[in-house]
T-cell receptor, first 115, second 116 residues
Framework: DTGVSQNPRHKITKRGQNVTFRCDPI?????LYWYRQTLGQGPEFLTY????????KSRLLSDRFSAERPKGSFSTLEIQRTEQGDSAMYLC?????????????FGPGTRLTVL | AQTVTQSQPEMSVQEAETVTLSCTYD???????LFWYKQPPSRQMILVIR??????QNATENRFSVNFQKAAKSFSLKISDSQLGDAAMYFC?????????????FGQGTTLQVKP
């Protein structure tokens, strides 16, 4: 169990550019979540996958955002035509049921700064 | 819609003392879970403690315990014998039992400073 990993850890980009983040969940975790955390706030749910199926998307996830989880393993979150308001920490979490309970394990996050 | 509120942006405690972090929530559901997560600076968030709403007994995990008041929709975290390593941002979170997604709804967080 190596934990949830996210790459890159930091990303600085110019407004209008596209960016892509990657999340590698804990192996055998069938659920994967993306959250966004702005400065001084708690994380907000963006979307989640069960295996390779994206089953729910928050209204926060505008048309410029897309997420994939091919083959139910790692996931990518792409933001097209970035805006300054996209600056935030993007957190990934994975989970599976163990002992009748599903705990989410979080990665260290990708901090995005849009100039 | 469910909401979680943490009204204390910052708290401080002397090492070895006890501190209580407050959290209130709003929901119309009867089945749900409540959590406290710890987010150390530049490190990933970890689960500290959880409480199932159907359980009357307050959860405890070593130096961490909760005071769950279901009628008042209050869920506070008590940290006893505070240690320097407890310094972090603490988030209260809610998960509806009826939720198929298992998504968490977080409060705004409380930054805990531990003074030596």
């Amino acid at each position: 169990d190596t934990g949830v990993s996210q790459n890159p850890r930091h990303k600085i980009t110019k407004r209008g550019q596209n960016v892509t983040f990657r999340c590698d969940p804990i192996s055998e975790h069938n659920r994967l979540y993306w959250y966004r955390q702005t400065l001084g706030q708690g994380p907000e749910f963006l979307t989640y996958f069960q295996n390779e199926a994206q089953l729910e998307k928050s209204r926060l996830l505008s048309d410029r955002f897309s997420a994939e989880r091919p083959k139910g393993s790692f996931s990518t979150l792409e933001i097209q035509r970035t805006e300054q308001g996209d600056s935030a920490m993007y957190l990934c979490a994975s989970s599976r049921i163990a002992g009748g309970f599903r705990e989410q394990f979080f990665g260290p996050g990708t901090r995005l700064t849009v100039l | 819609a469910q909401t979680v509120t943490q009204s204390q942006p910052e708290m401080s405690v002397q090492e070895a003392e006890t501190v209580t972090l407050s959290c209130t929530y709003d929901t119309s559901e009867s089945d749900y879970y409540l959590f406290w997560y710890k987010q150390p600076p530049s490190r990933q968030m970890i689960l500290v403690i959880r409480q199932e709403a159907y359980k009357q007994q307050n959860a405890t995990e070593n130096r961490f315990s909760v005071n769950f008041q279901k009628a008042a929709k209050s869920f506070s975290l008590k940290i006893s014998d505070s240690q320097l390593g407890d310094a972090a941002m603490y988030f209260c979170a809610y998960k509806a039992g009826s939720s198929n997604t298992g998504k968490l709804i977080f409060g705004q967080g409380t930054t805990l400073q531990v003074k030596p």
